[in-house]
């Protein structure tokens, strides 16, 4: 009996929520110091169906002046489907949580900095992410604490 190849195909990309708040307008507008700008970011994956994988990748992009008004809130989720077969166990985490994560980043990295021109701020572009340094750690704490996915948190 010979073993089966592994199988890897991006079925679907799409945008699964998109959030932007700008609750000082128009006031926030006339501020000239630079916005302090905090970033969070997280994976999750689910399995749909035998061999089919949704990933979603959310970053939430905070931007504040003189560290209590908020300039501006934005919250993107990238998805996508992947069909991914005869890969299973860590293989198959580290494709969920590193390959698939990098298929994703950069359609999340250009609809975040698409919204913030939008939203008549300076464009922000969001540094490369090393989702594979992201999964060891994930993997680290996850021996440590037992389980669970922890937020990501990047300092701009």
Known sequence: MSEQQPVFS????YLKGLS???PGAPQIFA???APKIDINLHT???ELEAGIYEVVVTTTVTAKVKDDKTAFLIEVAQAGIFQIRNISGQELDAVLGITCANIL???LRETISDLITRGGFPPVLLSPVSFEALYMQRLQQGQA???GEPKIELAR
């Open 145 to 147: 604490q037992g389980g």
């Open 105 to 107: 980043f950069p359609y």
């Open 31 to 33: 501020e000239r110091e």
């Open 10 to 13: 991006i079925e679907k990309i």
């Open 20 to 22: 932007l708040e700008i």
């Open 44 to 46: 999750e994956t689910r």
